[in-house]
């Protein structure tokens, strides 16, 4: 395996972090990058370096075809002022599972996660300190020959930035306003669903655009084929509690397989919740809600970590819960998920990675 060179600059970058912050808006000063060429036997010169622009050609192939695909995970500075990855291995696996999925090249997993360190020690002063706040790791991986034929990419680039991020709700823990579409659908069976790939999040805006012109903040997603079952929340995955039972929709393939899902899961099961992976039909939340069964809905995804809803919108059907206080089990999973973030609690279950 290849060294990561580093290749410090010489003039004086400084950090600052703005007093506020908007998700996705500060980059941090360095990257990570190595460059894949077929020609060359794949990947080559792993590179920590400045941030800068990078020169693209009109006919990168990513831009015409969308071979591109990216990740989300955090680094946190914990209360006994360690630096810590959560669960940076389960993004590692996904990405390469999206990679061969849409036929580009894997990236080796212990350079990846060699790279993360390096570049997340290097970036230390960029992960804010204030409560709620993190520093968001993504990683993006494209193809860049310039080629106008379809066909898979024989030259890659793949970058890893950093962008300090602060607490999803500033004003605390809100919950947000939901529709149901069954205009659109954001994955198809066997299609690419489960990776994530560009494409999904170009095609699931239009929808989301339409809930936002009625005064909803994101979409609930049904399923592709019968527009019947649950399968996501925006960009979410979705948990719905009913009486007796906790339901996340089962992998079908159309569904990320998000590593706060798994994290919910594995909480619940040790509380001792009957949680099940099933299919679960839109009627039956609806009918659920009419008697009185339908306890609690939330999202969980690595940006905001748990979002619990306020209303549902079922064609003219409007299930209402608290417009102002959060679900009570979305609260106890969001204290469980980020007390272990940031070291409040032991880390039973060795999800932090630790970096310095
Ligand atoms: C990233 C993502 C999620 C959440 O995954 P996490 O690993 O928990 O961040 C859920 N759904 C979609 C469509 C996503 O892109």
Redesign the pocket.
């Known amino acids: 395996m290849a060294d990561i060179t580093l290749e410090l600059s010489d003039q004086d970058i400084k950090v600052e972090i703005p007093e506020k912050l908007i998700f996705g808006r500060t980059l941090s000063n360095y990257v990570f990058e190595i460059d894949y060429d077929t020609e060359k036997g794949g990947w080559n010169n792993p590179v920590i370096k400045a941030r800068e622009k990078m020169p693209i050609s009109p006919a990168a192939m990513a831009l015409h075809y969308g071979q591109a695909i990216f ?3 955090k680094a946190f500075k914990r209360v006994d002022g360690s630096i810590a990855m959560f669960r940076p291995q ?2 590692i696996e ?1 990405m390469n599972n999206s990679a061969r999925r849409l036929c580009m090249p894997e990236i080796d997993p212990e350079l990846f996660m060699q790279a993360l360190k390096k570049l997340v020690k290097l970036e230390e002063a960029w992960i804010p300190e204030k409560p709620g706040h993190s520093l968001y790791i993504r990683p993006v991986m494209f193809a860049y020959d310039p080629f106008l034929g379809v066909r898979p990419g024989e030259q890659y680039k793949f970058v890893i930035m950093l962008s300090p991020v602060g607490p999803y709700y500033p004003e605390g823990f809100k919950p947000v306003p939901i529709m149901v579409t069954d205009k659109y659908v ?1 994955a198809a069976s066997k299609g690419v ?1 489960e990776c ?1 790939c560009a494409g ?2 170009a095609a ?1 805006l239009m929808a989301q655009a339409e809930a936002k012109k009625m005064g909803f903040s994101q979409v609930l997603w049904l399923d592709g084929i019968h527009q019947k079952y649950v399968e ?1 929340v ?4 979705i948990f719905i509690q009913l009486k007796d039972e906790v339901v996340t929709p089962r992998l079908t393939g159309t ?9 919910v899961i594995q909480i619940l099961k040790d509380w001792d919740y009957n949680i099940n992976e099933r299919d679960i039909s839109i009627d039956e939340v609806a009918d659920a809600y009419r008697k009185g069964s339908l306890l609690e809905i939330f ?5 905001a970590v748990i979002s619990t809803l306020s209303k549902l919108k079922y064609n003219d059907l409007t299930m209402q819960f608290s417009d102002t206080e959060a679900g009570e089990l979305g609260k106890k999973l969001y204290k469980e998920i980020t007390d272990i973030q940031y070291g409040r609690k032991e880390d039973k279950y060795n999800w932090m990675l630790q970096i310095s």
């Open positions: 990740e989300g995970l389960q993004n996904r954001r669903g994530k999904n999040y699931s996501e925006g960009t979410m995955n569904i990320l397989p998000g590593v706060t899902r798994r994290s999202g969980t995804g690595t940006a």
